[in-house]
């Protein structure tokens, strides 16, 4: 919309005015003329002449909010079935999208129907109890999905039958390849919750376009200064050459198309040189930093990627993904040195930033005499006094964080630090 249709007079009786404002052009003309017949009387009307007015124009227009809302409804669930299908197309989906789209096509449900539909379906071969919902249109879905489904209501021994069914069968994806293995664009975000990994056992997958936050820029220098030098390994995938190694000096190169995607993706040469590159590592951790097409790529050839304890991927912005990288290079250690594990959860900055890993605690103090700032780590409400490193130097736990702006990163890290530290008890 213009500033000039801002700035001018709302004519609801115009039916530009809703064609502006995105309504359908039959809506929009049903609108405005329902705001014709049932103009606004002038302010000198009796107020029971304006409130008869307006409820008559609400009551013409009624129809047509029923009918946008009609169309919305119809716009959702083609939407919703529409992205079942692709996965199930690609090969991402599973069982339960294979019922949904049962549901439609045999027995003409909608969205809402053909999800009951495989909720029956889905609890018949978990070997679950019959649980219908409440409504009459997803209790019959209900009902035929859990028959389709092997399940029998009138048998009193259904449940334990099929429950002995489940525990032989085994859910199946639909692409067999890697039937038991999830693919990247599935992983979850990364947290601080998982152990710290020895940076030997970690991974970490990255573009080579120079325009993307995830090519070889601040997040690759970033890995090489840290993870890099004590032993992580970074796989980039290029537009020309597909996977290569982080340890090599290529130029950078165009950005990955679509047609040039496929082409990788129908490389068997491609898996063949991503086992090579990750031969003789003992993964435990890994990190996919990619979206688009070359997390499509990478998708294709998943079935060389190792299982292991964490597998991640960065999602959404560029800065949200800086974010996630930097989150997961901070559970990265050395070979030899203890870190303690779990989720830090901090306190609202208002209230005096504190954060807290299981019983140790980390407290901002406020300024120290002269420069920095003073932070504590407390245990027990007490000094945390006695933990001995890895390396068995004694730790202070009073520390002086040099700037404010790395207060939060200083704090996870002496957390942590204590936290896979030894205490030695009072003598």
Wanted: glycine fraction near 10%; charge should be positive.
């Amino acid at each position: 919309m213009t500033r000039d249709e801002y700035i001018s007079p709302f004519d609801p009786c115009s039916t530009a005015t809703w064609l502006a404002r995105g309504r359908a052009p039959a809506h929009a003309e049903a609108l405005a003329k329902a705001w014709r017949d049932y103009p606004d009387l002038p302010p000198t009307s009796a107020a029971a002449d304006r409130m008869a007015r307006t409820r008559a124009r609400v009551e013409a227009i009624k129809p047509v909010n029923d009918a946008i809302a009609a169309q919305a409804e119809v716009e959702r669930q083609s939407r919703n079935f529409s992205f079942t299908e692709e996965r199930a197309v690609a090969g991402r989906g599973d069982e339960r999208d294979t019922a949904i789209l049962r549901g439609r096509d045999r027995y003409g449900y909608d969205w809402n129907q053909a999800i009951r539909y495989a909720d029956g379906w889905h609890a018949a071969q978990a070997g679950w109890n019959h649980r219908a919902p409440s409504k009459t249109a997803g209790r019959l879905a209900y009902d035929r999905g859990f028959a389709d489904g092997g399940g029998d209501v009138d048998d009193l021994f259904d449940a334990a039958r099929r429950t002995n069914l489940a525990t032989e069968r085994t859910p199946t994806r639909l692409r067999p390849l890697i039937a038991a293995r999830s693919f990247p664009s599935d992983w979850p975000k990364p947290s601080d919750g998982p152990r710290p990994t020895a940076w030997s056992r970690r991974v970490i997958f990255l573009g080579d376009h120079p325009a993307s936050a995830l090519g070889r820029g601040e997040i690759f220098e970033g890995f090489r200064e840290t993870g890099g030098r004590y032993g992580g390994r970074a796989i980039i995938l290029t537009a020309a050459h597909g996977f290569i190694s982080g340890a090599s000096t290529l130029p950078d190169g165009d950005e990955l198309t679509a047609a040039r995607a496929d082409e990788l993706i129908a490389s068997a040469e491609q898996e063949d040189r991503l086992r090579a590159l990750l031969a003789g590592i003992d993964v435990e951790d890994i990190l996919v930093a990619l979206h688009g097409e070359y997390l499509r790529v990478l998708d294709a050839h998943a079935a060389a990627l190792p299982t292991c304890r964490n597998r991640e991927r960065t999602r959404n912005t560029p800065l949200q993904v800086k974010a996630h990288v930097k989150l997961w290079m901070a559970r990265g250690r050395e070979a030899g040195s203890n870190v303690g594990a779990g989720h830090i959860r901090w306190s609202k900055a208002t209230k005096g930033l504190t954060a807290k890993l299981g019983e140790l605690t980390a407290r901002y103090q406020g300024p120290a005499p002269g420069k920095g700032h003073l932070v504590s780590i407390e245990q027990g409400g007490a000094p945390a006094q006695g933990f001995t490193s890895s390396d068995g130097n004694l730790l202070d736990p009073i520390i002086v964080v040099g700037s404010k702006a790395r207060l939060r990163d200083e704090m996870a890290r002496a957390l942590r630090l204590f936290g896979g530290a030894t205490r030695f008890a009072a003598r």
